[in-house]
């Protein structure tokens, strides 16, 4: 029912399918070395939506982003809609931090593969409060907030309908999580882009996500932020008490 969580079973998870999907998976499936991980998600993410997914450590966060984007093998159907671009920012990148590689040869190589403009990159770099200095820094000197921002600015290169975004606020301070996050909100309302968002920081969720995904080896919910993020089902879900807070004026915490 509208404005109601959908409480699921792990092997029953689904959201329910609207009018403009970018994005259809049935009986979407993945295990390492025998161990189911994901089993049985039916989801359907709606085009310009903000869909943030929660759930404990070893839940299958990462393993659902990687089977979206044909990185790992899985078992059932994922569909998405015909000529979708992404940008995808992983939650560590395997890259040696002390190669001679500045943030000009990174933004450089992802204008090479999208076949984007070059206007592409100042532009994706004031989405992000990056000054054009980090362009001649070498990427071994940047904070690590610095350079997690320099990962979405390159993610946003060739303008994707949808960005994955594995944890992305991950080692920045408060300031830079809140430019970050002004960022991804422009992305989404202004350009259209559909966004899926795995997140620890429940009061982010809160504010951004239009819809939760919570994923847990034992039981999962789906619905608007402020259906799921409950006391009651965020306990059930960590299986521990679990709360947050909200700075934003005239919320309160939760």
């Known amino acids: 029912m509208p404005g109601e969580a959908s409480s699921m079973q792990a092997g029953a998870r689904v959201l329910p399918a609207g009018g403009n999907p970018v994005l259809e998976a049935r009986g ?15 989801l359907t993410v709606e085009r310009g939506e903000a869909l943030a997914i929660i759930g404990p450590n070893g839940s299958g966060k990462t393993a659902l982003f990687r089977a979206l984007i044909g990185a790992i093998p899985h078992g059932g159907t994922i569909h998405w809609a015909p000529g979708t671009r992404f940008g995808y920012v992983p939650q560590k990148l395997d890259i040696e931090r002390d190669l001679p590689i500045t943030g000009g040869d990174l933004l450089r190589a992802r204008l090479t593969i999208s076949h984007a403009q070059k206007s592409e990159i100042p532009a994706a770099l004031e989405r992000l409060s ?26 946003l290169i ?25 960022a991804l909100r422009r992305v989404q309302e202004e350009d259209g882009v559909t966004i899926l968002l795995i997140s620890h920081d429940l009061s982010v969720v809160y504010r951004y996500a239009s819809r939760v995904l919570c994923l847990s080896r034992e039981s999962a919910c789906a619905g608007a932020p402020e259906v ?18 909200l700075h934003d004026e005239g919320n309160h915490g939760h």
Do not use: W
């Open 28 to 42: 979407l499936s993945v295990s390492f070395d025998g161990t189911p991980i994901l089993a049985g998600i039916d």
């Open 130 to 155: 990056l000054q054009p200095r980090v362009l001649k820094q070498s990427i071994g000197s940047m904070s690590g907030g610095q350079f997690q921002r320099l990962l979405v600015a390159f993610a």
């Open 158 to 182: 060739g303008r994707p309908d949808v960005l994955l975004l594995d944890e992305p606020a991950a080692g920045i301070d408060v300031p830079g999580q809140d430019a970050l996050n002004a």
């Open 228 to 245: 799921v993020l409950t006391p009651e089902r965020l306990s059930e879900l960590y299986g521990k008490p679990v709360s947050f807070h």
